[in-house]
């Protein structure tokens, strides 16, 4: 029987070319078949390899996540208590401390992989994060991407596709960013309109990989039910990074002031096809 739904698909109908990123809103907005099978996809387990993880135990899995802090007083994201369980983690007061949480490198843009994450921060000034996919990074307490005005990637990465945002920078709002050095795609960028994040604000953002190309999305989910597309944030990168590269979900935040934040996340979903 001829697959009619790929992890592609159901990224794409994550993001702003289809409804909001809940399964309710799969069949409310579409109404058809192949909504009622993206609603499904996560349960087709013989061809899905899907987590999701809602931290509701209070020891994170580390075989399953990779943490990393960088900061004489940096927190590493850790179980903490809150309806419907969270991580928190904290950048500590030394400028340019850093936290992030990966997972493993067994995720394949050929395989249309793609991530969710529901995440929020307290504090919005003098900050950068990066959410996406890359593969293993020299350092793990710093980013991919090491230039966001002029494109550029480095510490050790080959091969990235991230939701990037950086106050240092002269570019202060959200933007797209691939690269992939082993196949000669060259360092792009796509602005994600103006947005930046508000404090103690839910956002969803999906990352998602269709072979050699690469899409994304923000959502603010403060109502989880009625999620609202962030203005801009929808767009795509052909030829972002080489599908045939293991690659693994990355989150990381920091701080670029002696002020500390402590970023929060609620979920993170992971998908590829078997």
């Known amino acids: 029987m001829a697959r009619i739904l790929t992890g592609a698909d159901y990224g794409a109908l994550l993001t702003g ?18 909504g009622v099978l993206a609603a499904m996809y996560p349960q087709f387990r013989d061809a899905v390899v899907y987590i999701e993880d809602d931290f509701i135990e209070d020891t994170l899995s580390t075989t399953r996540w990779n943490l990393a802090t960088d900061g004489a007083d940096a927190a590493a994201f850790a179980w903490s208590s809150g309806a ?21 490198v067994i995720w394949l843009g050929d395989k249309n992989c793609g991530m969710a994450i529901r995440w929020q921060t307290d504090i919005v000034t003098n900050h950068t994060f990066e959410i996406g996919f890359t593969d293993a990074l020299s350092d793990e307490t710093l980013p991919a991407v090491t230039n966001v005005d ?7 990465a080959t091969d990235v596709a991230v ?11 959200a933007a797209f960013v691939g690269e992939s050095t082993g196949t000669a795609y060259a360092a792009q960028k796509v602005n994600l309109g103006t947005w930046a994040p508000t404090a103690a604000k839910w956002y969803t953002t999906v990352v998602q990989l269709s ?8 959502f603010n989910t403060d109502d989880a039910q009625n999620p609202v597309l962030q ?14 590269t293991l690659v693994r979900p990355h989150f990381l935040y920091g701080t670029r002031s002696t002020a500390a934040k402590a970023p929060l996340i609620d979920f993170i979903r992971v998908w590829q096809d078997r």
């Open 150 to 156: 002029t494109p550029a990637t480095g510490n050790g």
């Open 211 to 218: 072979g050699d190309n690469a899409f994304t999305a923000t």
């Open 17 to 34: 070319n289809g409804p909001q990123p809940s399964n309710k809103r799969f069949v409310e907005k579409l109404g058809t078949p192949k």
């Open 231 to 244: 203005a801009g944030t929808d767009k795509g990168l052909r030829l972002a990074l080489e599908g045939g």
């Open 163 to 173: 939701v990037h945002l950086d106050t240092d920078q002269t570019l202060t709002t």
């Open 84 to 104: 419907g369980g969270r991580l928190l983690g904290n950048t500590g007061t030394t400028d340019n401390g850093y936290l992030a949480i990966n997972g493993d």
